[in-house]
């Protein structure tokens, strides 16, 4: 599956992220409660064990790597536009883990809230990967890796966003509909 979406030309990974926020967003207005949250926390876990697949248990020891200077990548990615590609999975890599689990959490706390939230821990998996990367020489621990991710966390959380906007505008409608009778 993931070599299937690493494939894809990146115009098609960016639709179908937007088109997963805006039904992510759309479902969340319709089905809201404790199953909805229930399946995003199943959900969630289900991605962090996908994430460890892909970046701890499918790698063979190799040499130990560190790369620190932020944006590296995007000066690489001038030479070679193949590391366009590789900056765009690792952000894809965490926006379901961000879309997930930004839904998983109570709605009593709030939508800036959770999102924040779901940053702070995608920033925190992402360094502890990196980490168990460099100290078991399981491929380049990279700051563009963390950097990628946490925006990946961002992006699938803003489905919140798109429900709070969904939510006004039908708000705004039920008002206008009842004040025309």
Known sequence: MLHFIYTQPLSRVIIIMAIAIAIWGYARTKLYGKRWNI???????????AIFCITIMGRTTGERTLVLKPFASLAAARKQSEAYREL??????????????????????GRWRRIGLTVITGLLLSAGIEYIQYRFALGVAETDDV???????????????????????????????????
Do not use: R
Request: aromatic content about 10%; some cysteine; proline content about 3%.
């Open 88 to 109: 765009l999975m690792n952000i894809f890599l965490f926006f379901p883990f961000g879309l997930t689990l930004s839904n998983a959490l109570p709605q009593s706390w």
């Open 147 to 181: 950097i990628c991710n946490t925006i990946g966390a961002f992006i699938g959380s803003t489905s919140l966003l798109i429900a709070h906007g969904i939510e006004k505008y039908n708000e705004k409608t039920i008002k206008h509909d009842s004040n025309k009778s």
């Open 39 to 49: 399946a995003n926390a199943l959900l969630a876990c289900g991605m962090v064990m």
